[in-house]
């Protein structure tokens, strides 16, 4: 009776899980309901009365409405002209000559989605539009007229290219004249080099600055494990602490610290301020109301003199967060700059897991096939470890009379009993948490395999084999919808696919080649888990489910391989099944029945 008890509470609190799980999934990565259409036409929504969609994981606009007015402003803006190509390797785009903003870019390495017509990622749009997120240099003057948003500036130079700069030039009328020498690189860094010129008679004080401009429409979900939002390192130190909700309540946040660079960050994306490493800068973070903020780079003020001219450099980084380009620009001396992926404390573990998967990949140009080369790896590793676990279970095998016997004695006092067992285990130099040591040393490599699956570019969009077409998203066939086939797609605690179920035959192939477990309410838990896991496992990404279905697999051929090393053991466990069976027999036939009972 009491292990029928026992069961129905692991069965209720396993559906408790199930449901919980999807809630949780629901609420921490929700997915926009339907894609955005363009063709949607404008609606209230759009004007900000309604209440914002909730960001999903990567980010970008979520009501058909901003979609439709992003591309018609886009199209309005881009048309008006007075704006000079950015043509790089890593950015396309354009500077707008008005203001002398960098407010159009796209990432020319990087898609919308996985359909090889989709459009490239769009990170910067222009001042008015519903994916506002701009760039802005420029110079605030102390008794001297200085350029501002409206300034229409002249440009020496057709096209921005990592081997043609361009600059931008403008004079007042008293003499001074103001320049940005905007050069970029193959990926994602803008140089602007900031020149003022004094032809006046009398001294000219300026101050330098750059701004980014963002709205939080577009911004990328900000959880636990992900940040997404306001970031920057200050003294070497990078910061997660500030979101945009923290910004909004306080009006202006400035972090402790020099800021080494500074801007906002989302899932995938960058754009940052990089200040020169000698030169003394405040930073800040300021909400300008309407979903608008922006972070703040502020040189102090210089005075050029008649005569004279003063030059001040600072870098944007605009772009994806690609590990080896972000280290690049650490050993060009952007401090820390590769840990704006939010790897978390475990870096030092996870970043070694990244960096060997991304080796394999680079050798056979498949993620999937390089994920299942690291399980290789990694189980190969633990051999040695599997084959003491066997040896142990051996040696629990062998001492299994004795342990019947000392249950039997002391049958009706149980804490006796288990001070008996444990002097025996002693006494014999058996270690019974032995055979979980191969699963705990495989948690931090699972743990690692995850947050690179969540957090690095490198594997977004990247295809695996047939049906698999993104290894960092879930499976996208459902047996509920006939994989796609029925057009509804079911809660995610329902979204089994065909990874789902190999992992729960492949779990409950490998629980079966165990030794059976000697309570048999710890029996009937080890034959739910893997359905379990199946459903647990459903919503997570594509390329975890194929790490631990390989996994398994290895685990199932490594058991039968050292049951061929031992034949006694499986010999043992074989004789051992019918007899763990008996107790449950027993309490099948001992559970009351009906009033005779009583």
Known sequence: MENQRKLILTVVLMGLLLIGWDMGLRYFYPQPAQKPKAEATASPASNGNAAPAKPTREGGLQSPADVALEKQDLVQAL??????????????????????????????????????????????????????????IGWVGQGVQAPDA????????????????????????????????????????????????????????????????????????????????????????VTFANNYKDVLAAGQVAPAGKPNWIGFTDIYWLSALVPDANAKVDGDFRSLGNGLFRADVIYPPVTVAPGQQQTQSIRLFAGAKENKVLEGYEAQGVTNLSLSIDWGW??????????????????????????????????????????????????????????????????????????????????????????????????????????????TIEMRHQPFA?????????????????????????????????????????????????????????????????????????????????????????TIGQQKYLYSRHPQLKAQAAKDQPDSDRPAARDKKAAPRGPKAR
């Open 79 to 136: 048309a008006a002209g007075n704006r000079v190509a950015v043509e790089g390797p890593g950015l396309k785009g354009s500077i707008n000559l008005v203001g002398g903003v960098v407010d159009d870019l796209t990432l020319a390495r990087h898609r919308e989605s996985i359909d090889k017509d989709s459009a490239p990622v769009r990170l910067f749009s222009p001042a008015g539009t519903p994916a506002q997120h701009f760039a802005q």
């Open 150 to 237: 409206r300034t229409v500036w002249q440009v020496q130079g057709s096209k921005l290219t990592p081997a043609t700069p361009v600059t931008l030039t403008w004079s007042n009328t008293t003499g001074q004249t103001f320049a940005i020498r905007y050069a970029i690189d193959a990926n994602y860094m803008i140089t602007a080099a900031q020149t003022v010129t004094n032809a006046g008679a009398a001294p000219a004080v300026v101050r330098p600055f750059a701004l980014i401009n963002r709205t939080d429409k577009t911004a990328s979900l900000d959880t636990w494990q992900v940040h997404s939002g306001p970031i920057g390192a200050f003294d070497g130190s």
């Open 466 to 554: 047939l049906w698999i077409r993104d290894l960092s998203a879930p499976d996208p066939l459902h047996v509920l919808n006939l994989f796609g086939l029925l057009p509804f797609t079911p809660p995610s605690f329902l979204g089994i696919g065909l990874l789902a179920i190999l992992l729960g035959i492949t779990m409950w192939l490998q629980f079966k080649l165990q030794p059976a477990a000697m309570d048999p309410a710890q029996q009937q838990v080890m034959g739910i888990m893997p359905w379990m896991m199946m459903f647990v496992m459903a919503p997570f990404a594509a390329g975890l489910l194929i790490y631990w279905i390989t996994s398994n697999l290895l």
């Open 346 to 455: 475990f870096r030092w573990f996870e970043k070694p897991i990244f960096w060997l998967l991304d080796s394999l990949f680079r050798a056979v140009k498949n993620f999937g096939v390089a994920i299942i080369l690291l399980t290789l790896i990694v189980r190969g590793m633990m051999f040695p470890v599997a084959q003491r676990q066997f040896a142990s279970m051996a040696a629990m095998r062998a001492i299994q009379p004795k342990m019947k016997a000392l249950q039997e004695r002391y049958k009706d006092d149980k804490q006796k009993q288990q001070q008996e067992i444990m002097a025996l285990y002693k006494q014999e130099g058996v270690n019974p948490l032995a055979g979980c040591l191969p699963i705990f040393l495989q948690i931090p490599v699972f743990f690692a395999l995850y947050k690179v699956l969540v957090l």
